[in-house]
């Protein structure tokens, strides 16, 4: 089955700078990859994904991007803010049939005001 | 749309008791998932259905945890009995076959066994 690691797993920055998530997935098949927001208190929320057929993906200050040849993929957060404050899974699923996701052990990222 | 539903959100039992778990998934989502999140093992998928039907339960650490899906917009996650090591948080999502593949949580209900 699908294994995916994901570092680091606390994650601590200044307001403004970057934050970078890493993933690494075993399953060569897998061909779509979520990334999961955990606020306190609350369930994981899709924020951003990416297919295999794509290099990266931006949308405001996150970015993802994807190496199939590596089985590598992160998460780019840039001018991180309070809000940013969470914790983040990354996920890796083949799409066909059925859709199950794999999910890394997640990241906790404080933002520092 | 209201969401992922589950009750209760917290519970706090003594070793040995029943703990019934419950979820509604969202109106018209054919998948319906379980999992359970700690410190140690983070997010750990128990079982899912596809149409109301189990699909896989490997993920169910032993025979005192037990899933049902009697219809379409409820499900509950059993355990009989209580163990402190089944302290969690337990997750519920539903998502619809069709779409792009994106699981919607429920916020969760925390466990305590004593």
């Known amino acids: 089955g699908e294994n995916v690691e994901q570092h680091p797993s606390t994650l601590s920055v200044q307001e403004g700078d970057s934050a970078v998530i890493k993933c690494t997935y075993s399953d060569s098949a897998s061909n779509y990859f979520p990334w999961y927001k955990q606020e306190l208190g609350k369930g994981p929320q899709l924020i951003i994904d990416i297919r295999s057929n794509v290099g990266e993906k931006k949308d405001q200050r996150i970015a993802v991007t994807l190496n199939k040849t590596a089985k590598h993929f992160s998460l780019h957060i840039t001018e991180t803010q309070p809000e940013d404050s969470a914790v983040y899974f990354c996920?890796?699923?083949?799409?066909?049939?059925?859709?199950?996701?794999?999910f890394g052990r997640g990241t906790s990222l404080i933002v520092h005001p | 749309d209201a969401g992922v539903i589950q009750s209760p959100r917290h519970e706090v039992t003594e070793m040995g008791q029943e703990v019934t778990l419950r979820c509604k998934p969202i109106s018209g989502h054919d998948y319906l998932f379980w999992y359970r999140q700690t410190m140690m093992r983070g997010l750990e998928l128990l079982i899912y259905f596809n149409n109301n039907v189990p699909i896989d339960d490997s993920g169910m650490p032993e025979d005192r945890f037990s899933a049902k899906m009697p219809n379409a917009s409820f499900s509950t996650l059993k355990i009989q009995p209580s163990e402190p090591r089944d302290s969690a948080v337990y997750f519920c999502?539903?998502?619809?076959?069709?779409?792009?593949?994106?699981?919607?949580f429920g916020e969760g209900s925390r466990l305590t066994v004593l």
């Open positions: 996920a890796a699923s083949e799409r066909g049939g059925s859709y199950i996701p794999t």
């Open positions: 999502a539903s998502s619809r076959q069709t779409s792009t593949g994106e699981l919607f």
